[in-house]
């Protein structure tokens, strides 16, 4: 036990697990990302807005609710369903008169939505800082090896992100819409010709990957302050992992937020001015040594 | 263009609309001095990030880096060194073809969405240093108040400085694209494949596209300290790359002055739409799904278009 705590002094130690929960939500939010960049071919700029609407969502209902334990879990259904709704109108309305077109207009398309949002988000909801409070039963401190003490929401993190992970890959492995999708996603003429609607199809996929970036919003928010343009970065930083990890991978989604996550937080610790510059550092690294990502890409 | 009007008659409206542009100081306030000044560098921006986008069919996503790049290293060594401001103006593009040279060698190697993708990354760092080394670039309050040689320090000589050099890059950056190296690189465009089989160095040809893109990116970047006399870090974040972008689509990207006008439309229509409400960002974003619905080709694309189906 000694040894352990001195090999990882308690400071590295809690950056880690500092790490661990930020890379649940950067998983959380990109495997979506990825989901919609795989399957539908659609580099969505907008997935980070949602990611925002889905943090004012769980802001809002856990206001309604009083700030306690049942506003925490309601603002984790809500969130999620209130942006996936969003996302609906937007696949049937817009997005799916354009799956034929470039790359290029669907990014500038998602980039109009962002924009839409962004403004629509400051109409509702003003440009102040908000705060979402921890629920009760989340307050306080779990103890880790050598008695560090470590917040219990960012334990409880550590607890979701496997598990949005398993549930995804049942999803995209076991049920017949993932297969569907996934076959879809290779040859598209294909799989209209033996009779499936893959309009539809494309819509869950579209929708499915929304809601974890609403996911993504409701649990990030009690640990930031929600706040205008807390879009901007995390889109970014989704769209790096997405590329790190290969298109369309929810694994790669997975090891790409590690890495990140944890070059972030570590950086920190290294050059504190520069810190952020790492995980950005990593994913260079990464791509210059394997260009097409670190697992095997959908496209 | 030319198939649509005869030679002799665009010459004639390009002089016109040279006549006006030279006399506008004359008549206008000097707010609209501002503006147009700020429209003609915007609209350089726009035209060089299309000679790699519409000519060269590459994902220029982080067109940006290259102009706030620009921007900074000439306010930077006018501040800094205390040489003559001038020597600012030309390590300025410089610094930005260095730039595009460096990232356009590690993305080159990438196609389409990656190559985008790992240039936002790489752009991305480029900011963050920026953003964050206070002593050096002052941060995210940026630097103001760049002090300029004497001849180009009051708006009317800033807005001449910056109309004589948008037009001659205009001008070069139009001889270019008519040169053989242009039309290998819309070959390339089209069909990279059977380029590489005629013997077309595909990723020399794209390399040097985007050095060029680079330096008139600096250039304008340079133009907007002298009009601006301010640097600020958002004038590399991503954001704008793709605010150009949507000028380039606005415009039409096939055209050779649709970005030019694409970059006017949406910063007069900015200006316009700020005086009376302060969500105009959603005004945009409206209008370009509009764009992207309905007017595929750009503004300048419809017109053509019209107009040959007429003749």
Known sequence: MDLIAQIFSTKILSQIFVGLSRTTILFIVSSGLSLILGVLRIPNVAHGSLYMIGAFTAYTTSMVFGGGNTGFWMSLIIAPLFVALISLIAERGLFQYLYEREHLMLLLLTFAFSLVFGDLVKMVWGAEYKSVPVPPMF?????????????????????????????LWLIVNKTKIGKIARAAAVDREMVDAVGINVSWVFAYVFII???????????????????????????????LIVIMGGLGNIWGALLGALIFGLAQSLGILIWPQFGIVF?????????????TGLLKSTW | M????????????????LIIL????LFLPRFYVYLISIILLTGLLATSLNIVLGYGGIFQFHHAVFYGAGAYATALMIIKSGLTPWLGFLVGPLVSVLLSLIMGIICIRLSKLYFGMLQISLGSLVWIIVYRWYSFTGGDDGIHGVPLPDIISSPTSA???????????????????????GSALQGIRDNPVRSEMIGINVKRHQLLALIIAGFFAGIAGSLFVVVDNTVFPDMLFWTLSLEILIMCLLGGWFSFLGPMLGAAIIILLRTFVSTFTSYWTLVLGILMMFVIFFLPNGVLGYIE????KKS
Not at chain 1, 209 to 231: E, N, R
Not at chain 2, 2 to 17: D, H, L, Q, T, Y
Not at chain 2, 22 to 25: N, S, V
Not at chain 2, 169 to 179: A, G, L
């Open chain 1, 139 to 167: 307050q306080g401190y779990v103890y880790l090896i050598g008695g560090l003490p470590f917040p219990l929401y960012n334990f409880f993190l550590l607890i979701i992100g496997p598990i949005v992970a398993i549930v």
């Open chain 1, 209 to 239: 990957g929304c809601l974890l970036a609403g996911l993504g919003g409701a649990l990030v928010a009690p640990t930031v302050s929600v706040t205008l343009g807390m879009d901007h970065t995390l889109i970014m930083e989704a769209f």
């Open chain 1, 279 to 291: 995980p950005y550092a990593a994913v260079i690294f990464v791509l210059l040594l394997r260009p």
């Open chain 2, 2 to 17: 030319e198939k649509v009007f005869s030679r002799k008659k665009a010459i004639i409206w390009g002089f016109i609309g």
């Open chain 2, 22 to 25: 030279f006399i506008f100081p």
């Open chain 2, 159 to 181: 807005y001449y400085f910056t109309l004589v050099i948008t037009l001659i890059s205009i001008f070069i950056m139009y001889k270019i694209i008519k040169s053989p190296f």
């Open chain 2, 305 to 308: 278009e019209k107009l040959s």
